[in-house]
């Protein structure tokens, strides 16, 4: 549940990136207008499915996209905003009535200039409540941070005057690259709040491998762009993911987390040094 706020919300505008989401994105959408945001800007990357006549249900800022990937299309929809703060909400996620409140309230309250929501999964199984337990020991900790999430989160316009969503950051893995080049400048600061976002996963097995196959070819892009970060990334997904977090999950009692961590961790390690070995990633 989101926390109650006695927060006047400026004007906001809300961006969702999606492409072939025609499964997911009508509930999303729901919930975003029911939170009512001065605007809604959907950016479609070339969908092949029915995800532009639903966007259109809902908003009249439907921008369709070539940019080749989700990375540009964050930009593409930021650049099309009118007001100065900016509400990033992927079409797996659903806020609430009061989440974008929320979500100021918590940049005000860390004074940042960035903020992710507390994230939570809807239960549908093992592997989600294990993804649960794995978020409250490492990731829902409110406050400033190193490292965030790129969605969902609210952002000051100020951000982009400095760094962008652009063919300078990794196409398969967006946060690392953007909040690392952000961590460089001065007087910007990010971190987690404490409102709660649910999301909606495909929450197999299956399908948590091929995320993390994912995320991994991204690590490795991040790591061909920043190769002094690189002996970092290696310890962060074949110790910290594999042993170091098993072992918070077991102080903290969250036994499901432990799967979670280990799988998430060697199979990012695994595709990330597969792909650096191949040369696939490109600077």
Known sequence: MNKQVNQTLPPVSVVLCARNEAKRIRKSLEAIAAANPDEIIVVDGNSEDETVAIAREFTEHVIVSMAGSLTADRQVGIDACQHDLMAMIDADHRILPDTLVGLYADLCEFDLDVVQADLGIEDTGFWAAAENQAFDVFLNKPGPKTMIGTAPAMYRRRVFSVNKFDAHITRHKDDADFFYRLS?????????????????????????????????????????????????????????????????????????????????????????TWNLAIGRSQK
């Open 184 to 272: 460089k400048h001065a007087n910007y600061r990010f971190g987690s709040g404490r409102t709660r976002v649910m999301q909606e996963h495909f929450a197999s097995f299956s399908d948590y491998v091929k995320k993390f196959n994912w995320y991994g070819i991204g690590d490795a892009e991040f790591c061909v762009k920043h190769p002094n970060r690189a002996p970092s990334m290696f310890f962060h997904l074949f110790v910290r993911y594999p042993i170091l977090r098993p072992l918070q999950a077991i102080s903290k009692g969250k036994f499901k987390a432990i799967p979670y961590m280990m799988l998430c961790g060697l199979v990012r390690g695994s595709a990330m």
